[in-house]
């Protein structure tokens, strides 16, 4: 496994950031609630890939409400909590161990819907190559794509770790406390990456607030909304 998977392996093996919370996430509910809202997509018997699902708390959520979901995850100790939690609700989820930066075993033009919440910010920059051009090729005409990712904008933390503790590619930084390497863009930079492949149709940044090591630390992030 990469040195990031092993760096999330242990992560979720003992927490220090990673939450198993296994409610979906607020800012994932908000774009389902965009789609139905302003789009008029109804979320239901739709094929949905999530990325880097983690312990499955958007993957559950969305199974629970007849959608056929792929869920990949890099770590298995996420993933064989991803798969009891879906046992537990009866739900059925194709959680598969992979590596979002390398080619998914999954058809052209077959999904309606891809997450990517928080995920994609752990690929370098050969693997982020691969998850465009895969997510792309996977997504049917007129699918969409929910990314949250971390922005660089107006973030002191992010501006002084990129100074103290740069990893080797563009905008990244090391966390050091747990090893794990972070890409972080700033609007342009993101609009660039994104546009090659799809429409933007909202993008917004948002704040955050988590503990880390016992410490409360501001996170930005994009909230993007795209369609191929
Ligand atoms: C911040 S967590 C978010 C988890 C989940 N999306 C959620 O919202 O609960 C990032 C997740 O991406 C996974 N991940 C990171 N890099 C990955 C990769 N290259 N391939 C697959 N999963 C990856 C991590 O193991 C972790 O579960």
């Not at 392996?9 to 003992?14: D, F, S």
């Not at 990673?18 to 789609?35: E, I, M, S, Y």
């Not at 090391?174 to 700033?186: D, M, N, W």
Request: glycine share 6%.
């Amino acid at each position: 496994m990469s040195h990031q998977g092993n760096t999330w392996e242990k992560e979720y093996r003992n927490p220090l950031f990673v939450t198993k919370n296994d409610g979906p996430q607020a800012d994932t509910l908000r774009f389902l609630k965009f789609l139905k809202k302003e789009q008029k997509y109804k979320i239901e018997d739709k094929n949905i890939l999530d990325l880097g699902c983690g312990t499955g708390r958007n993957s559950n959520y969305l199974a629970e409400r007849s959608n056929n979901v792929i869920g990949i995850e890099i770590s298995k100790t996420a993933i064989d909590l991803a798969k009891t939690r879906a046992k537990n609700l009866g739900v059925v989820v194709d959680y598969k161990m992979g590596d979002i930066g390398n080619n998914y075993e999954i058809e052209n033009n077959s999904i309606d819907l891809v997450l990517d919440v928080t995920s994609s910010n752990s690929l370098d920059e050969a693997g982020r190559d691969i998850y465009l051009n895969e997510v792309n090729r996977v997504l049917k005409n007129g699918g969409y794509f929910f990314v949250r990712a971390l922005a660089k904008d107006g973030n002191k933390n992010v501006k002084n770790l990129l100074k103290i503790s740069p990893g080797k590619e563009y905008d990244t930084y090391i966390i050091k406390e747990i090893g794990l390497t972070e890409r972080v863009f700033s609007r342009e930079d993101f609009i660039k990456t994104y546009n090659k492949y799809f429409k933007i149709l909202k993008l917004e940044k948002k704040t955050s607030y988590t503990t880390f090591n016992n410490r409360i630390y501001k996170r930005d992030y994009w909230l993007a909304y795209l369609q191929k």
